[in-house]
């Protein structure tokens, strides 16, 4: 369920790391607290984002939800098939719904970040 | 879950859009226990109720339910609420759940009857069970011939075995039963709908779905569309407000507002974009604020994201005037449309 290559936040954002190349997304779990996804909002190619700063939103009927930037970096591709298609998040978060690819500035903190393991322990814990 | 005035409610079962779509295409299921029952029994019962409802109450025959609302003495919503007129010296309220206390107090608070107010929310489960297919489902666990009620009737029947007030109202815009009984059978007849309409894909559904399925059709809530600072004139309910009937509660407001004109009133509007507006974002009219989101969703039977709002009515009029709402610092263009956003079809 929860890929071994991907890292995870604790604002329920996944990251996958390919040479200086970043693509982030949200988890399986956030999708299913969100329910029916019906509207993402998400920056511009070329915008700064900045580790725990506001990257976007995602909205499901009943609540808008903050999606949180676990690097910092500049957003090179954003995902085109989620403005027409938003509901792909809950169909398959963790593959062809990413949201955006960042070109990360400086090391990126992975260590900050929760292995998968971790993750789902986290979550556990949580419920 | 949720707290809702102290009750563990699920937003959702299986989802929203699932849960909305089998309302309006089949029939679904809903708990609203949370909702709050008020009894006023007496000689004077119905000259009570007529005094601080805005409906007229003693008109209705016995076995017939209306929609009204409880006003404060400016015109401002206490509450709005459905009367049901059980016997001539016996009416039963239902009432929204976080203001029953305040609802209970305001009727005792003018009772110069001789009528007794009974807050008896505690004697009462409601279900719901709505759609296309409600008539069918229910039959098949009550004797009651549901064919013979008609919209905003009830009567005293039996559901699953259990005594039970079974009336023909709802809040999703198609047709269904509200069901009212004693608590302690709840799970029962609960399971027993949940097995009378497998074969039409019953669906427990959630206050998520209870809320789009009332906005597509336009219905208030009160907290959002209503509240003690808004009028049933401003909401676009002065059709059940009835000033012929005598003194109400509320009344002298209403007939001052309406005489000096109304400064506001409730709009529909749609989204152009895909931005979805939310409760309380500001609304812009002409490049300045104007007035404010009360509800916005995004509507799963239209496909569109739609809304309710308060806007100037002296300098907006009726639909198709262009207006812009504030979502997160940016102004998204949406348009002005007639209410409701869906009607059933006939």
């Known amino acids: 369920m929860y890929p071994d290559n991907f890292r995870y936040s604790k604002e329920h954002e996944w990251v996958r790391l390919d040479g200086e190349t970043a693509t982030i997304g949200i988890t399986d779990h956030a999708q299913e607290e969100l329910g029916d996804i019906v509207y993402v909002d998400l920056p511009k190619p070329g915008a700064k984002v900045e580790q725990g700063k506001t990257l976007g939103t995602v909205e499901s009927v009943k609540a808008v939800s903050e999606i949180y930037s676990p690097i910092n970096g500049e957003v090179v591709e954003i995902n085109p098939a989620l403005a027409d298609a938003p509901e792909k998040l809950n169909e398959d978060p963790h593959g062809e719904a990413w949201l955006v690819k960042v070109r990360v500035e400086g090391q990126a903190p992975l260590d900050q970040l929760m292995s998968a393991a971790e993750y789902q322990s986290y979550i556990g814990a949580e419920e | 879950m949720v707290d809702f005035g102290g009750w563990e409610m699920p937003i959702q079962y299986s989802g929203i859009l ?5 309302v309006r295409s089949s029939v679904g299921l809903f708990d609203v226990s949370h909702m709050g029952e008020i009894d006023i029994c007496g000689p004077e019962a119905g000259d009570l109720t007529d005094f601080v409802t805005t409906n007229h109450a003693r008109r209705l025959h016995i076995g017939q339910i209306q929609y009204s609302g409880l006003l404060y003495p400016h015109g401002g919503y206490v509450d709005d609420i459905l009367v049901h007129k059980v016997a001539e010296d016996h009416y039963f309220l239902c009432v929204n759940a976080s203001n029953q206390e305040k609802d209970f107090e305001h009727i005792r608070s003018h009772n110069r009857f001789d009528a007794r107010v009974e807050l008896t929310s505690d004697e009462y489960t409601q279900l719901a069970v709505q759609g296309p297919r409600a008539v069918e489902t229910l039959q098949k666990v009550t004797p009651a011939e549901l064919g013979s009620f008609r919209y905003y009737w009830f009567r005293d029947d039996e559901v699953a075995g259990v005594p039970a ?17 004693a608590p302690s059978e709840s799970e029962r007849v609960w399971n027993e709908l949940l097995v009378a309409g497998s074969e039409f894909g019953i669906k427990p559904c959630g206050l998520g779905a209870r809320n789009t399925l009332r906005l597509e059709s336009g219905y208030p809530l009160y907290g959002h569309e209503l509240d003690a600072s808004l009028t049933p004139v401003e909401a676009g309910l002065g059709s059940f407000c009835k000033f012929g009937k005598g003194d109400f509660v509320g009344r002298d407001a209403l007939l001052r507002q309406k005489e000096n004109g109304l400064t506001r009133a409730l709009f529909g509007f749609e989204m152009c974009g895909r931005a979805i507006a939310r409760d309380s974002c500001e609304v812009y009219f002409e490049g300045a604020p104007a007035g404010w989101v009360t509800s916005g969703s995004p509507s799963p039977t239209l496909n569109k994201n739609v809304g309710m709002c308060y806007l100037p009515s002296d300098r907006v009029s009726g639909p198709g005037q262009p207006i812009q709402v504030m979502i997160r610092s940016q102004l998204v263009d949406a348009v002005t449309v007639q209410l409701p956003f869906y009607k059933r079809p006939r």
């Open chain 2, 18 to 22: 699932e849960e909305h779509r089998v």
């Open chain 2, 165 to 181: 007030r079974i009336a023909r109202t709802g809040y999703t815009g198609e047709d269904g039963f509200e069901i009212y009984f």
